[in-house]
């Protein structure tokens, strides 16, 4: 069996946890799987190494930005290898580069273009565990780029493409993906199994388990992998393409966005173009918008509507100036801002096929007294805007409306 293992920042924080990490892997090796190893850097290393930079220089060079960052999971790969080593066991480190990961010129945030994983099946022939640097490749013209923030996720998914894997495992710091953050739903339930589209949902939308592009390479690839931990022996979450009896289940799990803030324009001019100049000049300035709203009022119909929609908090003092700027050309009364709310949504492909779904999220909502502000949906997904002071309690109650204690069945 070839297996590839990815093992994240928490996974390999110090040289006790990367002696850990060793041992699994050699209770794969000693049962004659061929095992490609996928890290990370030490946890806290790639912020350290940014810092530094920064203190330098306010707006580094990116492809020096992407020579620096590379060391830190240089840095893991030579480890790994050393604590196989010291078990007894062959194990050769690679770059990136070396493995095969080719890209884009996109310092900072490229693309893999292909991998060419000669010298990865040259290693593993001579029975090798190979180690490869996750999160980095290298050009046409031999230059070292990165993959973007949690980049190592995608080294590891890709390359079990590549290698035609049998089995992708992704350790990390948390035992797989649950129906709702853990930390704030003491009752959550770990997933055994989730489709990339609800995975890639609950991903954007918070749960940050995984780098969502990975994800989305997974479902284009077709790479069946385990999320789990590497502090014990669980099984994780397996995400997979979606199978009918996935949608049995209503909802497979609710994630919550602190990190979002709304704005209204009241009394926009009903007529073409209104909608399009906001949203233009919003695009203009790189802000992306997350939620839409717009209402006519039977008082305000034919002549004006008011716009709300949600941005991520940072942006919102740009958003604002950006659209006062424009006040004059489209006419628009008042400009209202508000941070203190959050964003929460139930995701499920059972959605599809089961009715009555938005209903029983409001009702529990309603009945503990929470008020909804805005609501957007789509085909997998409803999501909610609540004061932000309500929302870990709304959660647990969207939590204990649609998955009740007794069906636990997963302990
Ligand atoms: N070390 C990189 C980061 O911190 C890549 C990764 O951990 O996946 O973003
Ligand atoms: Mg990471």
């Known amino acids: 069996m070839l297996i590839v293992q990815k093992y994240g920042g928490t996974s390999v924080a110090n040289p006790e946890r990367i002696q850990n990490a060793a041992a699994r892997v050699a209770e794969y090796w000693e049962k004659n799987d061929s095992v490609v190893v996928v890290v990370s850097a030490m946890s806290g290393v790639t912020d350290g190494l940014i810092k530094m930079a920064h203190s330098l220089i306010p707006s580094p060079n990116r492809r020096e930005m992407d020579v620096l960052l590379a060391t830190g999971e240089q840095t893991t790969i030579a480890l790994m290898a050393l604590a ?64 973007g923030r949690g980049g190592s996720d995608l080294s590891a998914i890709a390359l079990a493409a590549a290698l035609k894997a049998d089995l992708c495992q992704i350790y990390t710091d948390v035992d797989g993906v649950f129906t709702a953050d853990p930390r704030l739903v003491p009752n959550a339930i770990k997933l055994a199994e989730i489709s990339y589209d609800e995975m890639l949902e609950l991903a954007s939308l918070g749960a940050k388990v995984m780098q969502s592009r990975s994800i989305e390479f997974a479902k284009k690839f077709e790479v069946v992998f385990e999320v789990r931990s590497s502090m014990n022996n669980k099984p994780g979450t397996i995400v997979k393409e979606e199978t009918k009896s996935m949608e049995d289940v209503i909802i497979r799990g609710i994630s919550m966005d602190k990190n979002q803030a709304k704005l209204t324009l009241s009394r926009v001019p009903d007529k073409p173009g209104s909608a399009a100049n906001v949203f233009k000049t919003l695009g203009g300035a790189s802000i992306s918008v997350d939620m839409i709203i717009q209402n006519n009022s039977p008082e305000t119909a034919k002549s004006a509507t008011d716009i709300s929609f949600t941005v991520d908090k940072p942006n919102l003092k740009r958003a604002h ?85 007794h069906r636990n069945t997963n302990p």
């Open 321 to 405: 100036d950006v659209l006062l700027g424009i006040k004059g050309s489209i006419g628009f009364a008042g400009l209202a801002e508000d941070d203190q709310i959050a964003k929460i949504s139930i995701v499920g492909v059972g959605m599809k096929s089961h009715s009555g779904v938005a209903a029983l999220m409001f009702g529990a909502l309603a009945d503990a007294g929470i008020n909804i502000i805005m609501i957007s949906t789509s085909e997998i997904k409803i999501s909610v805007i609540v004061e932000l002071e309500k929302a870990d309690e709304a959660l647990r109650a969207l939590h204990a409306a649609f998955f009740p204690v």
């Open 84 to 147: 196989l080593h010291a078990r007894g066991i062959p194990a050769t480190s690679l770059t990136g580069a070396q493995a095969g990961i080719k890209t884009d010129r996109a310092h900072s945030r490229a693309k893999i273009k292909n991998i060419s994983p000669t010298k990865i099946r040259e290693c593993l022939s001579q029975g090798h565990v190979v180690i490869v640097a996750g999160f980095q490749g290298e050009t046409d013209d031999r230059m070292i780029t990165t993959l």
